[in-house]
């Protein structure tokens, strides 16, 4: 099974709103990852977790929070958004054990499209 | 630093034929991997095929196969007999010695004609 779940689907959310996306792996995967993908553009790396813990942030606003509870889940919180946070946002996760994945490819779940207004 | 160029914005296949998308990259880590990834327009990005830098064979997964060129630094990605399904956006990314970060391409928009 390489399934990567993410909800909700949609999102449409003012610049005063709070909403959290979720992402979901039963992979057993151990590093976890936030992608943020405009139209047309290649996919930019957000955060990364590794083994629970927050390993790599790329400079993101505040404004996005995430939020790993445990090796399974993935939350991104959004707090006061700009209309130019609308994207697609992709979750993905992989292995981190050598021998477990020969190329740590990374699996990706459907994103969520999120449209501030 | 890590570089992933894709030079073709847009490409047209006939079905059932094979087409290739081209990859080239730069690092100066001497173990890296290749990656491929396949867009559809619903929006999941789906592994397709990967390519380390020590393996001697060039990767294959059914209908794709990675091109390996080291000394060139290029990955292209081969799909024969070209179906409706697979039109696509294509990324092709690489990862260096810090195997959580990806760098990608900035894709190839791939249409299969009836």
């Known amino acids: 099974d390489t399934e990567v779940t993410q909800t909700p689907k949609h999102l449409v959310m003012g610049m005063t709103n709070k909403k959290s996306l979720k992402c979901e792996q039963h992979m057993g995967h151990r590093a976890m990852y936030w992608y943020k993908q405009k139209a047309k553009k290649p996919p930019e790396l957000m955060f990364v977790y590794s083994y629970e813990k927050l390993s790599i942030n790329e400079s993101v606003p505040s404004r996005f929070s995430p939020e790993c509870p445990n090796s399974s889940l993935l939350n991104l919180h959004l707090h006061a958004l700009q209309p130019e946070d609308s994207a697609l946002y992709l979750c993905?996760?992989?292995?981190?054990?050598?021998?477990?994945?020969?190329?740590?490819?990374?699996?990706f779940g459907p994103g969520t499209r999120l449209t501030v207004t | 630093a890590q570089k992933i160029t894709q030079t073709q914005p847009g490409m047209f296949v006939q079905e059932k034929e094979a087409v290739t998308l081209d990859c080239t990259y730069d690092t100066s880590d001497p173990s890296y991997g290749l990656f491929w990834y396949k867009q559809p327009s619903s929006g999941e990005m789906i592994f397709l095929i990967y390519q380390g830098s020590y393996d001697q064979q060039n990767a294959t997964e059914g209908r794709y196969s990675l091109n390996f060129q080291k000394a060139r630094k290029s990955a292209n990605l081969v799909i024969s007999a070209s179906q409706l399904g697979d039109s696509a956006m294509y990324f092709c990314a690489m990862r260096g010695y810090n195997f959580n970060k990806f760098y990608f391409g900035s894709g190839t928009k791939l249409n299969v004609k009836p």
């Open positions: 993905a996760s992989s292995h981190l054990t050598p021998g477990l994945a020969r190329g740590y490819e990374q699996y």
